[in-house]
């Protein structure tokens, strides 16, 4: 049985009616990493990996929602959102929340979900199971609300009920994600171009399996010290809101006014932005190699600069650094675990996959996975009785 069908299932069995299957991704990030929340740019996709949604409207404002890969249902009322004790209600009703607060008419619902995104990699499933059930709702109860509207609603339940100061890339990709195809978002603007990304290429991900336990409370640091560095430099320069408004020069000169890590954190962010914009001209000249290097080079300032690297994240990255068949690698996503991002020549995946693999478990005990990733659109109504 496929997960889309064991979900739908589940519903019928507990709900005794026909749901909407709904279907959000994981993502990856090529590059841009700690760039949105400072208004910058960077270019996800959508991954092959998702949660399934099966939801329906329910009379009055009870709510259940089971959560079939780990087996737990959540109960609550909608004149009672109080959080909970354990991770995933809070997205749940950290959504239902927002939609509510910005006056829309949510009503009770059923809802079951589960997927194969894995939890904890970095992959954003909780921006997969908050913009897909914004987007679920909207389309049961129907409230008429506009993607990006439903992308920010996502993104501020996170910030506000799970209390992550995430930026907008994972729910804005989530909700945009296109089949075969890289976004370059503008955090500042949120306008977006697609780039087609070479079906030749395959993204590969080797995941540490280190829980990122750090990430929320470093996270929420380093956008603290990003602010910092913006306040500093505002005293030459009046006219910046963000580091997005900075350069280099600007920074240099200010350089002995900074803390020496603020420096260190905004120096990588405004050269990470001009890195994307150079990973994107060399996307569309077909110069796989020269992106390659800058996922390396962001690698780099992500461990030396932004401090939110881990040894098992550097080792994979180190591994693969002199192998010809693989492009380019670097960490993904908050950081302090999770998984490396890996541009492989697609014949060449199996073999170096298993030497890496080999070669990595010499090191730590712990055991890594892959993922051998494909590009996928972003959430959609999966064609179902009730999709008509
Ligand atoms: C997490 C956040 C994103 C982004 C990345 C780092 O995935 O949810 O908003 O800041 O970290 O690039």
């Keep these: 049985m496929s997960l889309v069908e064991a979900v739908a299932s589940t519903f019928v069995k507990l709900f005794k009616e026909q749901p909407l299957l709904v279907r959000s991704p994981g993502r990856v990030n090529l590059i841009g990493e700690h760039t949105d929340y400072n208004m910058g740019y960077v270019l996800p996709a959508a991954l092959d990996k998702a949660i399934y949604f099966a939801i329906a409207p329910a009379p009055g404002g ?3 929602v089971h959560a079939l890969d780990v087996n737990q249902e959540h109960r609550f009322s909608l004149d009672a959102l109080h959080k909970a004790q354990n991770g995933w209600p809070n ?7 927002q939609l509510m607060k910005a006056g829309y008419p949510v009503g009770g619902f059923h809802c079951v979900f589960g997927g194969d995104i894995p939890i904890g990699a970095g992959l954003s499933s909780s921006a997969a199971l908050e913009a897909g059930l914004a987007f679920a709702l909207n389309e049961i109860f129907p409230l008429r609300i506009d993607r990006l509207t439903l992308v920010k ?7 506000e009920f799970v209390g992550v100061q995430c930026g907008i890339m994972d729910q804005f990709i989530n909700i945009f994600g296109a089949e075969g195809k890289a976004l370059l978002i503008d955090c500042r603007s949120l306008e977006y ?3 087609p990304f070479d079906p030749g290429i395959a993204i590969v991900l080797f995941d540490t399996r280190v829980s990122h336990s750090l990430a929320s409370s470093e996270y929420n640091r380093r956008r603290m010290e990003c602010g910092e560095g913006v306040a500093a430099l505002r005293r030459r320069h009046p006219e910046i809101s963000s580091l997005r408004d900075v350069s280099m020069a600007m920074l240099a000169e200010s350089k002995d006014t900074l803390d020496s890590r603020v420096y260190r954190r905004c120096k990588y962010v405004v050269e990470e932005n001009e890195r ?3 990973a994107c001209e060399a996307l569309e000249q077909k110069d796989i190699s020269a992106f390659g290097r800058y996922m390396f080079q962001t690698h780099e300032g992500l461990r030396d ?3 939110v690297s881990c040894p098992q994240l550097d080792a994979f990255v180190d591994l693969v650094r002199e192998m010809p068949q693989v492009y380019g690698a670097r960490m993904m996503g908050g950081g302090f675990g999770g998984c490396t991002v890996n541009l492989i020549a697609r014949e060449a995946v199996e073999e170096t996959t298993a030497e890496v693999t080999r070669r990595y478990k010499e090191r730590f005990t712990a055991g890594s996975r892959t993922y051998v990733t494909h590009i996928s659109r972003g959430t959609a109504i999966v064609p179902g009785p009730r999709a008509a």
């Excluded at 997205?91 to 929340?97: A, E, F, L, N, S």
């Excluded at 609603?153 to 910030?159: D, G, H, I, M, T």
């Design 193 to 195: 171009e697609e780039h």
């Design 153 to 159: 609603l996502a993104q501020k339940a996170e910030n």
């Design 91 to 97: 997205y749940v009703m950290g959504v239902v929340d």
């Design 62 to 64: 009870e709510c259940r």
């Design 305 to 307: 600069e932004y401090e």
């Design 276 to 278: 994307v914009i150079k």
